[in-house]
């Protein structure tokens, strides 16, 4: 807790040239997360730190705040990576409710990107530019809506694939087997959850820093350029050909509406977001929200592979 308060003094104090009181009643309430150097020495400032402040504390809505990095490390991804745990640590700790932050105005990009969206107008706080950002709830709603977006994506992306790279060909998968592929997993996915909703979530180990990383590690290597063999060992491999690529079009997406609505039955209680839940044959363990956004990136991924067959 120390590196951490000294990190918080060393930048919102000193380099910010701000006196204010730093250490505030908030703190006691609040989660704290923190990087350190893997040779951190006692007394040694941490690389970053964030604070998790309860609703009705800061405001009705959970918080983050106190997001500070080091100067050595801007720039190197920490931050990205310090806010996406912070995400995480509220949606378990407080499932279903948005999360609020107050930003600085020169910030507003890079919490955009996060998800936040500003909320009213911008307003001094100890004499920095400063705005309400307010990111919502995880909730099915939210994840189905998301989904419905990259199927959008996907399906204008097929549409621009030529005639001759749909079908299979000995070299790569054509768009056809892409889609047979997308649904194929889907289908797997979506039967995991369902069979998974026969427990209860109380019996279930809860989510963690690990179970969060491992999110976070298999949708950055999903959006990256990396090339992927089935880990299944063949269970979502596409055959060679596909009868009728309009049909199994309609097939992806009656599966998927037919699924969202069993979801929605199914994981109506806020503890499942909670849990560790559908079991990823690389990433292992992955919460609710992290298997949803698993398969957004999985489809912004195969959009990658059409862009590719468009050349």
């Known amino acids: 807790m120390y590196a951490a308060l000294r990190l918080r003094s060393d930048v919102f104090v000193v380099e910010q040239d701000c006196v204010y009181p730093d250490l505030d ?34 405001y009705a809505e959970p918080s983050i705040g106190r997001v500070v990095i080091a100067h050595s490390e801007r720039g190197s991804g920490l931050g990205r990576e310090l806010m996406h745990r912070a995400i995480r640590i509220c949606q378990r700790r407080w499932p279903g409710q948005p999360v609020k932050i107050s930003a600085q105005q020169y910030l507003i990009e890079f919490y955009e990107n996060l998800g936040f969206v500003c909320s009213g107008e911008g307003y001094l706080e100890d004499g920095i530019p400063h705005i309400q950002m307010i990111r919502p709830a ?24 030529p005639a001759n790279a749909k079908p299979h060909n000995r070299d790569d998968w054509g768009a056809d087997q892409v889609l047979q592929h997308l649904h194929l997993s889907e289908h797997g996915m979506w039967s995991y959850l369902a ?11 809860q989510s963690d820093l690990e179970s969060d990383q491992a ?28 009868a009728n690529l309009a049909d199994a079009l309609k097939d992806w997406q009656k599966t998927q509406d037919a699924m969202w609505h069993q979801l929605e039955e199914f994981y109506q209680d806020s503890g499942w977001w909670t849990v560790k839940l559908f079991r990823h044959p690389l990433a292992g363990y992955l919460s609710l929200s992290d298997t949803f956004a698993f398969a957004n990136a999985h489809i912004d991924h195969h959009i990658k592979q059409l862009e590719r067959l468009q050349r």
């Open 25 to 58: 009643d908030k703190d006691p309430l609040s989660i704290h997360l923190f990087a350190l150097a893997l040779d951190a020495q006692p007394g040694q400032a941490a690389l970053a730190t964030a604070r998790m402040v309860p609703p009705g504390v800061s």
């Open 138 to 161: 995880e909730t099915l709603r939210f994840w189905r809506d998301q989904h419905a977006a990259a199927v959008v994506r996907f399906l204008a992306a097929l549409n621009t694939v």
């Open 195 to 205: 069979k998974k909703s026969k427990a209860q979530w109380s019996d279930l180990p």
């Open 215 to 242: 999110g976070m590690e298999l949708i950055r290597a999903l959006l990256s350029n990396r090339r992927w063999k089935d880990p299944t060992g063949g269970a979502v491999s596409p055959d060679a050909n596909l």
